[in-house]
C-alpha cells in the first residue's frame, strides 16, 4: 500500500512541475506581449512611411510640370545660344572675307 510519505512526496513533485508549467507561461504570455507590442510600433512606422511616401508623391506630382517647363526653357537656350554661335561665326566669316577683300583693292595684300 502506498504510504502517506510517498503521496506528499508525488503531490510536492506534481505541485513543483505545476509552478513551473505557471511560470513558463507567464514567461510566453511576457514573451507575446512584447511581441505585440513590437508589432503595433511597427505598423506604427509602416504606417508614418506610407504618409511621407504619399506626402512626397503628391509633391513630385505638383513639381512636374514645373520641372518639364524648365526643361523646355533649357532646350530654348541651348537653341538660342546654337543660333547665336552660328550667326557669329556668319558675321566673323563676312567680316574676314571682306577686310581680305579691301585689303586686294587697296594692293596690301
Do not use: C, F, H
Not at 503521496?7 to 511576457?30: H, I, M, N, P, S
Not at 505598423?43 to 509633391?59: F, M, P, V, Y
Amino acid at each position: 500500500m502506498i504510504q502517506d510519505a510517498d503521496v506528499y512526496r508525488q503531490l510536492g513533485a506534481l505541485d513543483a512541475k505545476v509552478d513551473q508549467l505557471l511560470v513558463g507561461e507567464e514567461q510566453a504570455r511576457e514573451a507575446r506581449k512584447q511581441q505585440y507590442s513590437k508589432a503595433e510600433n511597427l505598423e506604427r512606422r509602416l504606417d508614418d512611411i506610407d504618409r511621407k511616401i504619399a506626402t512626397i508623391t503628391s509633391r513630385m506630382d505638383k513639381m512636374e510640370p514645373v520641372a518639364a517647363e524648365v526643361g523646355k526653357w533649357r532646350e530654348r537656350l541651348i537653341g538660342g545660344l546654337m543660333l547665336i554661335g552660328g550667326v557669329s561665326a556668319l558675321l566673323g566669316g563676312i567680316v574676314a572675307a571682306a577686310g581680305k577683300w579691301l585689303l586686294l583693292k587697296l594692293g596690301l595684300g
